[in-house]
DNA sequence: GGAAGCATGTAAGATGTTACATGATTAC
DNA sequence: GTAATCATGTAACATCTTACATGCTTCC
């Protein structure tokens, strides 16, 4: 068992775990599941299952389609259902990422001054709303179903962090400076702003958030 | 100008922004900066610049040291500044990006049953509590420099994020199912599981959350 | 005076995305 | 009857990570 599988990996063997399926159609349910918190793109998805394949976790089986193209279904086999639950099982997992470009724009927010910052923060912070909107009605709709008890827990999930985030739009948006003066403060504010970086704590061995 | 530029260029330019600097002392100042919301490992930094300097952005000039090696420094250059301010007025920007594995695992829980679910949540909450606690001691450091306003914000992010993190491993632990069998479950369940991932929206044209 | 760590970087490979291909079926 | 969309997939490329290399300097 040398070269752990990726999240990726552990993704697929996971939603074949309720069904075989081709390598379209797993797409598709990476798009309606785990893509909110974990996208894999479909020649990814792909890719994926040559590698599954090639290890024996996944067994694919050409199947004759009238009307359609052929296509090849997936199956996980015993030995990919091991995998799967070794991998549930295994503490040591990756940590989560996060990747906001506006937050590398708003590190030198200083270079378009706060007028135009306010104008970041206001799009993104109504984007991060109508996300929380959407995800609300998704959660009251799993509500009654109680099999669905762990995929409302992920979008519970998706749904207090964009509250958290408009929020935060919201807050920062009005505790920028009110005025601020453009006509070329960078080299000056660029220099304070160095030290700063310079004083921040590093992050060498940081545990994920 | 075919091409766009990446978050990780532009991220680049950024901190070349603030002073030139050789690729090693790139990465370490990506590490106490932006690395907490956009990550840039050492390699990548290296060949960012390689990049950027192919296109005219920054200049390198190599620097003899005496005891320490040589190395290039990097200078960003007109043409560098007159693009990271194009990045930075552009509206159409790439949207955050989330992924976050135990959400994967939570969404197959039933294969190793609610208690086990359980000692994720709470692993995973306290995680999130510690780094919550940290950021805001840093928000607390940053407070008085008046400076720091837009640094102190990406710091609030990360902290207002971490706490709805932590806040929802604590209620979701609390609210599973307090019991649950445990002796194989899974096809019956599973099946159920998958006919819901049908009823799930797709989410083919998403806007970033 | 050996081990650990700093300052500088490169090579190789894994992961992930954008764009394309193809024939049927449905929508208007 | 043409345009869009579905169902199936591949090719080419861009991005990012893990592991390595090298010589100094500091620590104990």
Known sequence: ??????????????????APMSGYQLARAVDRSVSRFWPISKPQVYS????????????????????????????????????????LQDDHLDASRFRIPVLVKLLVAHRVGAHEARRWLRAYGAAAEEQRRALQELHDALADTPDAAY??????????????????????EHSLPAAEIRIDPRRRRAENALRLLGALPSRAGRSGR
Do not use: I
Request: proline share 2%; aromatic share 8%; hydrophobic share 50%.
């Open 151 to 172: 995929a409302r827990a992920t979008v519970l999930y998706g749904l207090k962090v964009s509250r958290a985030v408009a929020e935060w739009a919201e807050e920062v």
């Open 48 to 87: 994926e299952l040559r590698r599954l394949e090639s290890l024996g976790f996944v067994e694919g089986s050409h199947v004759a389609q009238d009307g359609l193209p052929d296509k090849r279904v997936f199956t996980l086999t015993p030995a990919g259902e091991r995998a799967l639950d070794a991998w």
């Open 1 to 18: 068992m040398a070269g752990r599988l990726s999240t990726t990996s552990n993704a697929v063997m996971a939603l074949l775990s309720f």
